[in-house]
């Protein structure tokens, strides 16, 4: 069992920046891909960064592209999503997540290989 706890999310005027951060706690081997999604009021959950315990490629939502960084402290069981240049359209629920699997390419945002997720952190960018 993984328990995934977000923090930082929080208001920001557009062109702001924020730095959302999860800590895994339990069995971290099952964490071995670890991504955020975010939910949008009123819109389905959608992928916007991933990344794997073993390093690599991280993979990056078009949305997020240029934007956001995510990364990982192996060491502290935590994964980080850097959000710069925000903008109202980023405003959503932002979930954590984690799967025993590897991502990549073709699934890096496919909910089902995550079998944990974390309860969410809400971030509002203002115009």
């Known amino acids: 069992q993984v328990q995934l706890v977000e923090s930082g999310g929080g208001s920001v005027q557009a062109g702001g920046s924020l730095r959302l951060s999860c800590v895994a706690l339990g069995d971290i081997v099952s964490s071995n891909c670890m991504g955020w999604f975010r939910q949008a009021a009123g819109k389905e959950r959608e992928g916007v960064a991933s990344?794997?315990?073993?390093?690599?490629?991280?993979y990056y939502a078009d949305s997020a592209k240029g934007r956001f960084t995510i990364s990982r402290d192996n060491a502290e069981n935590t994964v980080y999503l850097q959000m710069n240049s925000l903008n109202p359209e980023d405003t959503a629920v932002y979930y954590c997540?984690?799967?025993?699997?590897?991502?990549?390419?073709?699934?890096?945002?496919?909910?089902?290989?995550?079998?944990?997720w974390g309860q969410g952190t809400q971030v509002t960018v203002s115009s």
């Open positions: 990344i794997n315990r073993g390093g690599g490629p991280t």
């Open positions: 997540a984690a799967g025993i699997f590897r991502c990549g390419k073709g699934n890096a945002f496919a909910p089902a290989i995550y079998g944990y």
